[in-house]
């Protein structure tokens, strides 16, 4: 061989195009070769030819030694080229099989076309997009050409690509004398990068273009490429974190609505709650009879403007996913099918009163009205009946439209859903538009015609699931008319809302739901913590220099998916790839000086450029985790402060609350909380849909802080009345009463309760 010219050297290798091997021996006949070819003083002098050797006969190493299982393989290594067209030979597979392979071979192939060669046969199968995969191959397989023969399974590597893990038939071979722990100390099967998603994507894109210097195609591929490096390496250390011990960092406070209703709120006429709209039998219209369909948007939106003015908020029923209703003053849930038990709830005297008082203590809620007595809120009341047509004289109250006599109140609110009725002010209305504009087409806000009154309800209105809660906080995809996936539990969930409820609601679901909610958490440079004065979790951003809490994990998605968390990373991005354009005040927000060098105070590392130094804040795990422990210790607040955008309410045992901005004090719950959501002062108040979580957790902190006999006196302090001195440096109020300290005080009064009680673990 001595006298052999790397031409013949690599001649000599190109004939063994194909090399089988099923034994110990084969392989060993192979790795023998292989060595002595690498290790000839011809190859060694040209370094490329080696390095492909090398990298061939690594390749070879990794297939032979991984663990396999159940099955003989035969593995057939092709040193040729396909000519752009990379083929995955099977011979005689199970159909069963197939697509799982597909899936791990080709899936990272650009422009791959799938052509499928049957070995035994020699006949090519090539795939196409009008032909199901598995019919294509089930019509060779079925042929008696080829039925004899499927006594084998084999897999043809094609260089240059390397394969990544195979199936599980094929993770099985007999390894003969190799010792099986030698296996796993040389096979290190390099995962793919993680790729983003297309719609951060697009979004970071945009915003670098807004941002980079040099906002050219070249400039932003290498802007996303050095943040992709940086992703790549935060997920590939957050995949070796456990996270199955810290399931109750992402433990949800409150998980259903329906849960809460009976041991909350005052009796009401929700005793039926489980009966939906859909359930209802409707009469079937008699044959020949016209179809007089309506227009009851504006009808609706004259009950959502009394209710407004009632102080009612809509919100979403988690259960489900419709609207309802929420009423401050009284705890009153209803859900939006049932609107004559709201409108009963907004005419009754309880509610009446209940309301007046809560206006006449606190003038910093608007109202509709100067005055704001019981005689003034039942003019309101007043007023919508009138606009129903609904009249009262010395002889009582009737209905203008129906010209019928009414008993009382509470049979004004069951005549004015009458489906008569309902139709006759349908039409009135319609008339009264087109008289004043007879040209002019139907208004957006009418919506569309509708049979009846309960189809529109069905059918109008609802919520989008997009942003909806449940759907991200517990890793939900829409999959279907009626049917959901759970990406977590591997699970297709079909009927109704419900059963995807019941199925969230599950302790496997929610031990399953943990690690990928904190998964997600720490590849968006966001943490899980826990309140300093109240009971519970929130979450925060270490990147964003502004302090970001939220009270709940949807809203921390939405925030590392807005405009405002983008820009950052743009900013971010722009520091490191130009020494001219580093943002000081970004960096310092996230400890970084830049004196002589740049030197991280957290972590206590200098870095010699701005490349370094803004990787290391975007992909190190202990430099985050750190920036969340320092901004939480630096705002220590309760669930009001995050709640309500850095608003707090100091409290002595959660009986008497003072308000920090307008110095008012509050002695019970539902004055506080109307207080906190109507109130002119509080410029950005929580969303409608968040409120009825936030009077939940509310309550369930209060009972705790009670319990405790906690007095948070000033902002970042807060005393424990049992042990009668403040929480300790490191403490909060979770942590403090659990403490042995805290515990010994209580003594036999002390109860070992579940602080996450509605996280149903």
Not at 189 to 198: A, C, G, H, Q, S
Not at 362 to 390: A, C, Q, T, W
């Amino acid at each position: 061989m001595a006298n052999e010219s790397v031409d013949e050297v690599t001649k000599g290798l190109s004939e063994l195009t194909l090399l089988s091997f099923r034994k110990i021996d084969d392989m060993k006949r192979l790795v023998r070769h292989f060595v002595n070819v690498i290790n000839h003083p011809l190859t060694q002098e040209n370094k490329i030819v080696t390095n492909y050797l090398k990298n061939l006969n690594e390749t070879h190493k990794r297939v032979f030694l991984q663990k396999r299982e159940g099955v003989e393989v035969e593995y057939i290594f092709t040193t040729e080229k396909k000519s752009g067209i990379q083929r995955q030979r099977f011979n005689s597979l199970p159909v069963s099989e197939v697509p799982e392979l597909l899936k791990a071979e080709f899936l990272t192939a650009e422009n791959a076309k799938q052509v499928h060669i049957c070995i035994d046969c020699n006949v090519e199968i090539e795939m196409n997009d009008e032909e199901p995969l598995m019919e294509s191959l089930q019509k060779h397989f079925n042929l008696d050409v080829h039925m004899p023969k499927m006594k084998r399974e084999s897999v043809d590597v094609a260089e240059p690509i390397i394969l990544p893990n195979m199936s599980r038939r094929l993770s099985a071979m007999e390894c003969g004398e190799t010792p099986a722990q030698s296996l796993e100390q040389i096979i290190h099967l390099v995962k793919p990068m993680e790729k983003l998603e297309r719609a951060f994507l697009a979004k970071l894109e945009a915003s670098l273009i807004r941002h980079l210097p040099d906002n050219s195609e070249a400039s932003i591929d290498a802007a996303v490429r050095f943040y992709q490096t940086a992703y790549d390496k935060l997920c590939k250390d957050v995949a070796s974190i456990d996270f199955s011990t810290q399931a109750s960092a992402v433990a949800p406070i409150i998980m259903s609505i329906k849960d809460n209703v009976y041991q909350n709120f005052a009796a009401d006429a929700n005793k039926n709650i489980d009966a939906d709209e859909n359930d209802q039998t409707q009469e079937k219209p008699v044959k020949n009879q016209v179809k007089k369909y309506r227009y009851y948007g504006p009808i609706e939106n004259f009950i959502l403007k009394l209710l407004g003015n009632h102080k009612l908020l809509s919100l979403v029923d988690d259960r489900t996913g419709k609207l309802a209703f929420f009423c401050v003053a009284c705890e009153y849930y209803t859900l939006r099918f049932r609107y004559d038990s709201v409108l009963n709830h907004v005419f009754s005297e309880t509610h009446i009163h209940n309301l007046s008082c809560i206006l006449q203590a606190d003038k910093l809620i608007s109202f509709v009205m100067d005055e704001r007595s019981v005689e003034k809120i039942k003019e309101l009341n007043r007023k919508f009946l009138y606009g129903h047509d609904i009249l009262e004289d010395a002889n009582g109250l009737k209905c203008g439209l129906c010209k019928v006599p009414i008993d009382s109140i509470e049979a004004t609110t069951v005549h004015i859903l009458d489906e008569n009725h309902l139709a006759r002010l349908s039409d009135k209305l319609y008339r009264r538009m087109r008289a004043n504009n007879p040209e002019g087409s139907i208004p957006d806000e009418w919506g569309p015609k509708d049979l009846d009154w309960t189809k529109f309800l069905a059918s109008v209105g609802k919520p989008q699931n997009n942003r909806d809660h449940i759907i991200i906080e517990n890793f939900i995809k829409p999959s279907g008319k009626i049917a959901n996936y759970c990406t977590c539990c591997d699970m297709t969930l079909k009927g109704p809302r419900q059963v995807l409820f019941n199925h969230i609601r599950q302790k496997k679901h929610l031990r399953n739901a943990a690690p990928f909610k904190l998964a997600m958490l720490y590849k968006n440079h966001c943490r899980p913590s826990e309140y300093y004065a109240s009971f519970g979790n929130f979450y925060v951003c270490t990147l964003c220099p502004n302090y970001v809490a939220v009270p709940s994990f949807s809203a921390i998605v939405q925030h590392f998916e807005s405009v405002d968390h983008i820009e950052t990373l743009a900013k971010m991005i722009r520091s490191a790839l130009y020494a001219e354009a580093v943002d000081q005040e970004l960096l310092s927000a996230n400890k970084i000086t830049s004196a002589d060098v740049f030197k991280c105070e957290i972590c206590n590392i200098t870095f010699q450029n701005n490349f370094d130094v803004v990787n290391h804040v975007l992909s190190n795990i202990d430099h985050q985790n750190s920036m969340a422990e320092a901004k939480v210790f630096a705002n220590k607040g309760d669930i009001i402060s995050v709640y309500m955008h850095g608003n707090y309410i100091l409290h002595s045992e959660g009986n008497t609350f003072n308000c920090v901005s307008c110095k008012e004090v509050f002695n019970s719950i539902r004055s506080l909380l109307a207080h906190l959501i109507y109130a002119d002062h509080f410029v950005q108040k929580p969303s409608s849909e968040c409120v009825f979580r936030f009077y939940l957790e509310l309550k369930h902190n209060i009972i705790m802080l009670t319990r405790n006999k906690y007095v948070y006196y000033d902002f970042g302090k807060l005393k424990c009345g049992i042990c009668d001195a403040d929480v300790p440096e490191g403490e909060n109020a979770k942590k403090h009463v659990i403490s042995t300290r805290h515990r010994e005080f209580m003594g036999a009064s002390y109860v070992n309760m579940n602080l996450d009680a509605s996280a149903v673990e």
